[in-house]
T-cell receptor, first 111, second 115 residues
Framework: QKEVEQDPGPLSVPEGAIVSLNCTYS??????FMWYRQYSRKGPELLMY????GNKEDGRFTAQVDKSSKYISLFIRDSQPSDSATYLC???????????FGTGTKLQVIP | EAGVTQFPSHSVIEKGQTVTLRCDPI?????LYWYRRVMGKEIKFLLH????????ESGMPNNRFLAERTGGTYSTLKVQPAELEDSGVYFC?????????????FGSGTRLTVV
């Protein structure tokens, strides 16, 4: 079983739609939760990060973590064609522990 | 601020040959990481340097892979001899701080193809 499970998609939505991306994880020791965005032929770019459970909002993006169900979500409001990319969830424990990534969900926002 | 630089961006080599990948982290970032993504799989951790010391090399696949970070600046990842299953995209990342809680900054990766 993978430590972080993520539906690879692809997910195709019309411009302006609300997008919901989700991951589950298995290791209860994970404390930090991140979403990365990766455009084609580029490296992943940190989009948002949260510590422990709760919500975090940044503009059109909202990250949610529910540690009781080991569930991570990213919501994108008013999606734009420029949001078309692969979105990777990632988690890590404290200290020097490595970051563990999901496989990524490919999102296409159609104008 | 310059980002994380990796080169070459692409490399095609024959099985059995040697390839060396290079990563220049953001200046002042003590933490340097190597990750790899093989086709269809998730990005997986290879190893972590703190300055010139290997903090965690638990993800290195086997002894054909050798990573160095002389002087705590740039890092190299050598694959010798390369095998077909080594094909993939190799990412380098760097971060400030002891835990990378601020998130890594990734390079654009080196796409390695072993034929």
């Amino acid at each position: 079983q993978k430590e972080v499970e993520q539906d690879p998609g692809p997910l195709s939505v019309p411009e302006g739609a609300i997008v919901s991306l989700n991951c589950t994880y298995s290791n209860s020791a994970f404390q930090y939760f991140m979403w990365y965005r990766q455009y084609s032929r580029k490296g992943p770019e940190l989009l948002m990060y949260t510590y422990s459970s709760g919500n975090k909002e940044d503009g059109r993006f909202t990250a949610q973590v529910d540690k009781s169900s080991k569930y991570i979500s990213l919501f994108i409001r008013d999606s734009q064609p420029s949001d078309s990319a692969t979105y990777l969830c990632a988690t890590k424990g404290g200290g020097y522990q490595k970051v563990t990534f999901g496989t990524g969900t490919k999102l296409q926002v159609i104008p | 601020e310059a980002g994380v630089t990796q080169f070459p961006s692409h490399s095609v080599i024959e099985k059995g040959q040697t390839v060396t990948l290079r990563c220049d982290p953001i200046s002042g970032h003590d933490n340097l990481y190597w990750y790899r993504r093989v086709m269809g799989k998730e990005i997986k951790f290879l190893l972590h340097f703190v300055k010139e010391s290997k903090q965690d090399e638990s993800g290195m696949p086997n002894n054909r892979f050798l990573a160095e970070r002389t002087g705590g600046t740039y890092s190299t990842l050598k694959v010798q001899p390369a095998e077909l299953e080594d094909s993939g995209v190799y990412f380098c990342a760097s971060s400030q701080g002891w835990s990378g809680n601020y998130g890594y900054t990734f390079g654009s990766g080196t796409r390695l193809t072993v034929v």
